[in-house]
């Protein structure tokens, strides 16, 4: 859950983090499948920071030929 919140943070959308902190307070007795919606989550942050990342290096490398 440590995660989510650093790729939120990653992102530079403050408010979003701080909303999510709040939620994980009410998430820390939940179900397992709310555990599960978070890990689906995660992959999903995870996998389009990862491709935005890519595609603004390839902008840059684009960009000196």
Same mark, same amino acid.
């Given at each position: 859950? /440590?995660? /989510?919140?650093? /790729?939120?943070?990653?992102?530079?959308?403050?408010?979003? =983090?701080?909303?999510?902190? =709040? @939620?994980?307070?009410?998430?820390?007795?939940?179900?397992? +499948?709310?555990?599960? @919606? /978070? @890990? +689906?989550?995660?992959? +999903?942050?995870?996998?389009?920071?990862?491709?935005?990342?890519?595609?603004? +290096? =390839? *902008? *840059?490398?684009?960009?000196? *030929?």
């Amino acid at each position: 859950m /440590i995660t /989510i919140v650093f /790729i939120y943070a990653r992102t530079g959308i403050p408010y979003v =983090r701080a909303s999510f902190n =709040r @939620k994980l307070f009410f998430l820390r007795e939940s179900t397992p +499948l709310v555990h599960a @919606k /978070i @890990k +689906l989550l995660y992959h +999903l942050f995870s996998f389009s920071f990862m491709v935005h990342s890519r595609s603004e +290096l =390839r *902008d *840059d490398a684009s960009s000196y *030929d």
